[in-house]
């Protein structure tokens, strides 16, 4: 099944549900891995919305990428305590290491880094998250041992440390 098929099956699957925009959002992501920028069309004509209110709520949500990503997603939290507790010089550092501003895919297609906006684990300060796991008090080391894992040819996943 092609990808423009399977988004014209989850729009006829969550059109008619009330809010149904989110639900469909995040099916095409868990589905395609992304958000076709030439699907916000297909997207806007099935929930009778313009294109620029479903690219608003795409462009508002963090979590929708309108191209693919790497193989592992490495979010840092940019929210209030996390940049007390130095997630700033954290973030100049993994874009340094990485050779990637926000946004982009390391030329491995291992890694795409992301900002986040609290990650509900503030006590922990700097946080990231790896994929699905949360990094506590992450420092330039540890970011840099972190990724040295994830990139290992050898290791498919970091594992979480809270
Ligand atoms: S501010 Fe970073 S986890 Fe809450």
């Not at 891995?33 to 508002?60: C, M, W």
């Not at 926000?102 to 900002?115: A, F, N, S």
């Given at each position: 099944?092609?990808?423009?098929?399977?988004?014209?099956?989850?729009?006829?699957?969550?059109?008619?549900?009330?809010?149904?925009?989110?639900?469909?959002?995040?099916?095409?992501?868990?589905?395609?891995?992304?958000?076709?920028?030439?699907?916000?069309?297909?997207?806007?004509?099935?929930?009778?919305?313009?294109?620029?209110?479903?690219?608003?709520?795409?462009?508002?949500?963090h979590?929708?990428?309108?191209?693919?990503?790497?193989?592992?997603?490495?979010q840092?939290c940019r929210a209030e305590a996390c940049q007390?507790?130095?997630s700033?010089?954290?973030?100049?550092?993994?874009?340094?290491?990485?050779?990637?501003?926000?946004?982009?895919?390391?030329?491995?297609?291992?890694?795409?880094?992301?900002p986040v906006y609290c990650l509900g684990n503030c006590?922990?300060s700097?946080s990231?998250r790896?994929?699905?796991?949360i990094?506590?008090?992450?420092?330039?080391?540890?970011?840099?041992?972190?990724?040295?894992?994830?990139?290992?040819?050898?290791?498919?996943?970091?594992?979480?440390?809270?």
């Amino acid at each position: 099944m092609d990808k423009r098929t399977n988004i014209d099956q989850l729009i006829e699957q969550f059109k008619s549900l009330p809010g149904g925009l989110m639900p469909l959002l995040h099916a095409v992501k868990h589905d395609v891995g992304y958000i076709p920028d030439d699907s916000v069309e297909q997207i806007a004509k099935g929930f009778n919305l313009s294109r620029a209110e479903v690219h608003g709520v795409i462009s508002f949500y963090h979590d929708f990428n309108t191209s693919p990503t790497g193989q592992h997603c490495v979010q840092i939290c940019r929210a209030e305590a996390c940049q007390s507790m130095g997630s700033r010089q954290i973030e100049a550092h993994a874009k340094k290491s990485l050779g990637i501003e926000y946004g982009e895919t390391t030329k491995d297609g291992k890694v795409t880094l992301q900002p986040v906006y609290c990650l509900g684990n503030c006590a922990c300060s700097p946080s990231i998250r790896i994929d699905d796991d949360i990094h506590a008090r992450v420092s330039a080391a540890s970011f840099d041992q972190l990724m040295a894992e994830l990139r290992s040819p050898a290791t498919t996943h970091a594992g979480g440390k809270k």
